[in-house]
């Protein structure tokens, strides 16, 4: 058996890893003794991206050690013609990829000369990209030595985020945030890419990460027509606040696990 962490990041709390903290449920799953390559997919927060794109860097670093990146599954990733090179500048701004440095580097702080990052930046994809780069990046996450990092809020509710759904037979505002969040952990414990794009037509949730998930989603379909057998499930979930008025806001946290078998 062999795990395939899932975990999802804090982008807009006031206190960043305070809240992504939840993240930490999910590096608790990770074992440093089989892992040699960490991919870390985010979601573009700054600039306009329909592709996904790779970092112009060879090593990024942390406040405990340099964590280097992989060049030669960069190279392989390259020559597919499917990725764009960011800037150094987008680099530096996009915190959902950072925001998970420091995590990586304590979860595998016991084997830190014996493994590589693949961080990969990811647009605003099409079903048919998901498709296409879960395909692409699926024969990866079939290697027991590669751990998959997705990074992700969930619903970002409140004027400020210009997202006010409110199903008031939940009762008060976050029980029905919590309901709606819930749903879509509960779609993506199936592993279905299909019924996660639906839901996201028809509640319009504020996942910042839809995207990445969208294409682990799509990997994890491609490696199930190969008979591969595994599950995900949540380990916790969190609000920023409990928002109980229409002045309210707030951010909601969970961390999940993904183990192939």
Same mark, same amino acid.
């Given at each position: 058996m062999s795990n395939r962490m899932v975990c999802r990041e804090a982008s807009h709390a006031g206190s960043w890893y305070t809240a992504s903290g939840r993240a930490a449920h999910a590096y608790k799953q990770v074992d440093p003794s089989i892992t040699r390559r960490v991919f870390i997919l985010g979601p573009s927060h700054h600039v306009p991206l329909s592709r996904c794109?790779?970092?112009?860097?060879?090593?990024? *670093?942390?406040? /405990?050690?340099?964590?280097?990146?992989?060049?030669?599954?960069?190279?392989? @990733?390259?020559?597919?013609?499917?990725?764009? *090179?960011?800037? /150094?500048?987008?680099?530096?701004?996009?915190?959902?990829?950072?925001?998970? @440095?420091?995590y990586t580097a304590k979860a595998m702080e016991s084997y830190k000369e014996e493994f590589s990052i693949v961080p990969v930046l990811v647009g605003a994809l099409s079903e048919s990209k998901e498709q296409e780069y879960g395909k692409l990046l699926s024969k990866y996450l079939a290697d027991p030595s590669n751990l998959f990092i997705i990074s992700s809020d969930f619903c970002h509710w409140g004027q400020r985020f210009r997202y006010t759904y409110y199903d008031e037979n939940q009762g008060e505002i976050y029980r029905s945030i919590e309901h709606l969040d819930k749903m879509g952990m509960g779609i993506i414990e199936q592993l279905d890419p299909v019924s996660f794009s639906n839901y996201l037509k028809k509640y319009h949730n504020t996942i910042c990460g839809r995207h990445p998930i969208g294409v682990l989603l799509n990997a994890v379909a491609e490696l199930k027509k190969n008979g591969l057998d595994m599950n995900f499930s949540f380990l916790n979930y969190a609000q920023s606040s409990q928002c109980r008025n229409w002045s309210d806001s707030s951010v909601s946290y969970a961390a999940g696990a993904l183990v192939v078998h």
């Open positions: 794109a790779l970092s112009p860097a060879e090593v990024y *670093r942390t406040p /405990l050690y340099d964590l280097r990146i992989d060049q030669k599954v960069y190279a392989d @990733l390259w020559k597919t013609g499917m990725f764009e *090179r960011m800037t /150094l500048q987008t680099d530096e701004d996009e915190h959902s990829i950072e925001m998970h @440095l420091p």
